[in-house]
């Protein structure tokens, strides 16, 4: 499953990048990305696993400006899109776990009341 995310998230950075003018193909961009997510392995150690993180977000910047020929400032915009895009996904998806369950609880209580 790690495989195919890792396939499937390179793909939209990729995709991404090239909307920023991405001069880089697709698997020279996957190789350095791939070596680079083992650092993602130290997140589950607390203190470090923070550290870790925000060292993967530089790895990534750089990656992306280096395999895409695009300047710093470049790739931060589209580590920040991709990042924001993530972020208004999952609150959509929590927006309506909350109303399913809410939903669920409510229907409960007048089922049980009848």
Do not use: H, N
């Amino acid at each position: 499953m790690a495989l195919v995310g890792l396939f499937v998230g390179t793909g939209v950075v990729y995709l991404v990048a090239k909307l920023f003018g991405g001069q880089g193909t697709y698997m020279g961009l996957l190789r350095p990305t791939g070596l680079a997510s083992y650092v993602t392995v130290l997140s589950a150690v607390p203190i470090i696993g923070f550290l870790a993180s925000i060292w993967a977000v530089v790895v990534s910047v750089v990656t992306i400006s280096e395999t895409q020929k695009l300047s710093i400032g470049k790739a931060i915009g589209v580590v920040v899109v991709i990042g924001v895009v993530l972020f208004l996904l999952m609150m959509i998806l929590t927006a309506l776990f909350a109303v399913t369950l809410l939903s669920a609880i409510g229907g409960a209580a007048l089922a049980g009341s009848a």
